[in-house]
């Protein structure tokens, strides 16, 4: 605890002299910053994923992957790959979803995510490496499935219109 201590506060600039600790620039004493240091790092080994984790009311948003590909077919080349040697990492890294290969001869290959709003959400992946694969496969756990929210107004103009708004009375004259 002390060492993450005196490398958190060596990074702000903190010295330490005689058994006095100083205050760091960010008005925190040396003590404190470690165990934020320290709890932060534990914060962050525990969580169930590097990055952004999408769950939404201790929920996970994302519930089931299934990969689709074929056996035979060389645009399922990396996803056969992905599934011999990024799968088993993936689900031993996110034990809470269901993942699912699937066979299907003849044609291309594809990732499909299943989310707790019932809207699938399919990436085709022919002929792409597996690190592209685990590009869309990371892309599909963090997404919400949620709809397109509106913005405010239509247009967004820097020089409203200096006739002002439109109103009913306005026809009448």
């Known amino acids: 605890s002390t060492s993450s201590a005196a490398i958190f506060s060596e990074e702000r600039g903190t010295q ?6 100083k205050v760091t620039a ?23 994923s590097s990055g ?37 990492a993936f689900k031993e890294k996110f034990p809470h979803y269901e993942v699912e290969t699937m066979v299907r ?24 490496p597996p690190s592209e694969i685990n590009f869309h496969v990371t892309n599909l756990r963090n997404h919400t499935n949620d709809k397109a929210t509106h913005l405010k107004k239509r247009v967004l103009s820097k020089r409203p219109s200096i006739q002002g708004q439109w109103t009913a009375a306005a026809d009448n004259v």
């Open 16 to 21: 330490q002299s005689g058994g006095a600790r």
């Open 26 to 48: 960010g008005g925190v004493k040396a003590s404190e910053a470690g165990a934020w240091a320290e709890g932060r790092a534990s914060a962050q080994a525990s969580s169930p």
């Open 52 to 88: 952004s984790v999408m769950a939404r009311y201790g929920s996970w948003t994302m519930q089931k992957l299934t990969v689709a590909y074929c056996e035979f077919s060389g645009s399922s080349r990396g996803a056969r790959e992905f599934i011999q040697t990024m799968l088993p």
């Open 105 to 128: 001869k003849g044609r291309h290959p594809y990732v499909r995510g299943d989310y707790t709003k019932g809207i699938p959400r399919i990436v085709g992946i022919k002929n792409l």
